[in-house]
T-cell receptor, first 116, second 115 residues
Framework: QKEVEQDPGPLSVPEGAIVSLNCTYS??????FMWYRQYSRKGPELLMY????GNKEDGRFTAQVDKSSKYISLFIRDSQPSDSATYLC????????????????FGPGTRLSVLP | GAGVSQSPSNKVTEKGKDVELRCDPI?????LYWYRQRLGQGLEFLIY????????KSGLPSDRFSAERTGESVSTLTIQRTQQEDSAVYLC?????????????FGEGSRLTVL
């Protein structure tokens, strides 16, 4: 089993739809959860982050963490064609030593297309 | 510049040649990471620098891969005797500090094609 699993898609939705992107993980030590957005031929950029369990909202985006189920979600409301990108979840245990480089564990990404 | 800069953006090389990929991180960022991203796949960790030291090289796939960082700034990833399976996008990211906390700032990547 991979440490972080994510449906690779592609996922196609019509403009205005609600999008749900999800990741599951196996390491219960993860405490810091992130979503990165990667446009085609660009580097990933941080979209949202949350600590521990709960919800966090930022405009049309909501990040949700359920540590008991080891499951995180990103919801996009009123999706726009400009949201078309690959969305990567990432996680960290935080309490690892500073000399450990694999702190951030990334999912494979879900490719999303929002059709006008 | 304000962001992480990588060069070259594209590199096509013949099998067996050596290549050098360069990363200019954000000024003041002590942590620097190299990742590899194959087509349709996630980010594969290669190496982590804290300052000029590389405490974690565990992700380098073979001894053909090496990296260095100087002046707590520029980093170079070198791939010797390139193979076709080395074809991928090589992403560099920097962060204010290591330890798995904070934001990773990525460059746009160097797209390597080995013929």
């Amino acid at each position: 089993q991979k440490e972080v699993e994510q449906d690779p898609g592609p996922l196609s939705v019509p403009e205005g739809a609600i999008v749900s992107l999800n990741c599951t993980y196996s390491n219960s030590a993860f405490q810091y959860f992130m979503w990165y957005r990667q446009y085609s031929r660009k580097g990933p950029e941080l979209l949202m982050y949350t600590y521990s369990s709960g919800n966090k909202e930022d405009g049309r985006f909501t990040a949700q963490v359920d540590k008991s189920s080891k499951y995180i979600s990103l919801f996009i409301r009123d999706s726009q064609p400009s949201d078309s990108a690959t969305y990567l979840c990432a996680m960290s245990a935080l309490s690892v030593p500073d000399n450990y480089g694999q702190n951030f564990v990334f999912g494979p990404g879900t490719r999303l297309s929002v059709l006008p | 510049g304000a962001g992480v800069s990588q060069s070259p953006s594209n590199k096509v090389t013949e099998k067996g040649k050596d290549v050098e990929l360069r990363c200019d991180p954000i000024s003041g960022h002590t942590a620097l990471y190299w990742y590899r991203q194959r087509l349709g796949q996630g980010l594969e960790f290669l190496i982590y620098f804290q300052g000029n030291s590389a405490p974690d090289k565990s992700g380098l796939p073979s001894d053909r891969f090496s990296a260095e960082r100087t002046g707590e700034s520029v980093s170079t990833l070198t791939i010797q005797r390139t193979q076709q399976e080395d074809s991928a996008v090589y992403l560099c990211a920097s962060s204010l500090s290591g330890g798995g906390f904070g934001e990773l700032f990525f460059g746009e990547g160097s797209r390597l094609t080995v013929l």
